[in-house]
């Protein structure tokens, strides 16, 4: 098995998990966070295969995307273990799947394929994409678009106050150059449309 090969089995592996993901942790966002990491290690100088392939595993086992996260980590053992790579490349993709996500609190992941395989987490809740993810997401959890009431404004909730809280701050937590300067487009695309998300909504309101 070569590694397109072991590419098509890891894509329908995560087809079988993700295809009918409803708040924004798709197929594709998986697609895009691999495409992204292996971008930006040949970019880097890191390892592109581990990145991709991280990159395409990277949510299997975050408890809240499963309902039982244990078995998901057993799962992804299992899966992992099929495949025909060396030990050391099967502890890398692992190695760098851990911590990625940012939830709360900010955890830096300890190889350099962790750090690229959060940077292109982040990027992918940032820009053109991360606005319609947050749509998304919101939509599915019964969030408000946005509100001016003060009281319900303080209570974590709508889908803009998520930009304020989380997503204008992801631009100063990228690890490598390369996707610094990837997340300044995206961050600017933020900035725009809560302008005029702003400017629209007090037209007429
Ligand atoms: P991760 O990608 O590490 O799993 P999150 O689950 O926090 O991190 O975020 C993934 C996506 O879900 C992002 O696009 C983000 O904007 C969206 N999201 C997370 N929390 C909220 C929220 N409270 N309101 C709207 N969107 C959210
Ligand atoms: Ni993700």
């Known amino acids: ?9 890891t894509k329908q592996y995560v087809a079988s998990i993700f295809q009918e993901e409803p708040t924004g942790h ?3 966002h ?17 390892d592109p295969f581990i990145c991709e392939m991280a990159g395409w595993l990277h949510d299997v086992t975050d408890g809240k995307l499963t309902d039982n996260e244990n078995q998901a980590k057993e799962n992804l053992h299992t899966f992992l273990h099929k495949l025909p790579l060396e030990t050391e ?15 709360g609190k900010h955890i830096i992941p300890y190889t350099y394929e962790g750090k690229i395989v959060q940077d292109a987490d982040r990027l992918d ?11 998304a997401f919101g939509g599915n959890k019964e969030q408000l678009l946005y509100t001016e009431d003060e009281q319900e404004r ?11 809280d989380k997503l204008l701050h992801l631009k100063g937590y990228m690890n490598t ?22 400017e629209e909504w007090k037209k007429f309101s």
């Open 125 to 135: 809740a940032i820009g053109a994409i991360g606005i319609a993810r947050t749509f």
């Open 1 to 9: 098995m070569n590694q397109e090969e072991i590419r098509s089995c």
């Open 30 to 46: 998986m697609k895009r966070v691999a495409n992204m990491a292996a971008y930006i290690a040949d970019e880097e100088g890191a």
């Open 177 to 198: 150059p390369t996707a610094i300067s990837l997340a300044e487009e995206r961050h600017a695309i933020l900035e725009k449309f809560l302008n005029d998300f702003h």
């Open 154 to 164: 303080s209570q974590p909730g709508t889908s803009i106050q998520h930009f304020y």
């Open 89 to 103: 490349d099967k502890n890398a993709i692992l190695a760098a799947m851990k911590d990625v996500s940012f939830r």
């Open 26 to 28: 798709d197929f594709e």
